[in-house]
């Protein structure tokens, strides 16, 4: 059974960093494609970053480029999600997801993804 768990949410101050970490279980993560979602309070979930199988296309939500960087770790089967100059706005339920490779939406739409996890809380707050 494929399966997708988050890991490290938490508290953070606003400018703080925090790393999270999505194990998958069931499947080879590297022979996805994979991205990472985010629903804050009373929001729409949105695409956040999103990344083909081939790591020849990602997509940036602009509110996160330059701030937020995506990584596999083939070695443990999980996907890295690196949180930089974190902002109050950045406070949201973040959910790792998967696509087999022909379903894979270049444009990170959040209806998209064939696998989600449950999501993990990240609070950015003084």
């Known amino acids: 059974q494929l399966q997708l768990v988050e890991s490290g949410g938490g508290l953070v101050h606003p400018g703080g960093s925090l790393r999270l970490s999505c194990a998958a279980s069931?499947?080879?993560?590297?022979?996805?494609?994979i991205g990472w979602f985010r629903q804050a309070p009373g929001k729409e979930r949105e695409g956040v970053i999103c990344?083909?199988?081939?790591?020849?296309?990602?997509y940036y939500e602009d509110s996160v480029k330059g701030r937020f960087t995506i990584a596999r770790d083939n070695a443990e089967n999980t996907v890295i999600l690196q949180m930089n100059s974190l902002r109050p706005e950045d406070t949201a339920v973040y959910y790792c997801a998967s696509w087999v490779h022909s379903d894979y939406d270049p444009f990170c739409r959040p209806y998209s993804p064939d696998h989600w996890g449950k999501g993990t809380l990240v609070t950015v707050s003084s």
């Open positions: 990344m083909n199988e081939s790591e020849t296309s990602i």
């Open positions: 069931g499947f080879t993560l590297d022979d996805y494609a």
